[in-house]
């Protein structure tokens, strides 16, 4: 959402971003690093970044990376007498080895809040 709010999905800001995705970073949200990320193809890269901005502002999901933290679950407009369900789905997939790129190991978990 951060990353949408500040970058408008212009041609120029596509491929800022995908240089810095690719190349890794620094300064630009504070102190923290952005590794490299030269395993993806460049066309990969700008089609990722090209998704975020078109999608990470959407106001009905919530995205967050990371393996600590917390996040609000919006409540809905409207409500049925029953209540309502959230859908949380986390997935990650690491970088495999040097030695054997193509096996890449991916996890993923979903969980479904149910409200009383």
Request: with cysteine; hydrophobic share 35%.
């Amino acid at each position: 959402y951060d990353i949408a709010k500040r970058y408008p999905a212009t041609k120029r800001n596509v491929d800022s971003l995908t240089k810095h995705v690719r190349e890794g970073s620094s300064g630009i949200w504070g102190k923290e690093k952005m590794p490299t990320h030269t395993e993806l193809t460049l066309a990969e890269t700008k089609s990722a970044v090209q998704w975020l901005l078109k999608n990470a502002a959407a106001p009905n999901v919530n995205y967050y990376i990371g393996t600590v933290g917390a996040f609000r679950i919006k409540q809905r407009a409207t409500v049925n007498e029953k209540g309502g369900r959230c859908l949380l789905i986390a997935s990650y997939t690491d970088h495999g080895l040097k030695n054997a790129p193509g096996k890449r190991l991916t996890g993923q978990d979903v969980v479904i809040l149910v409200a009383p």
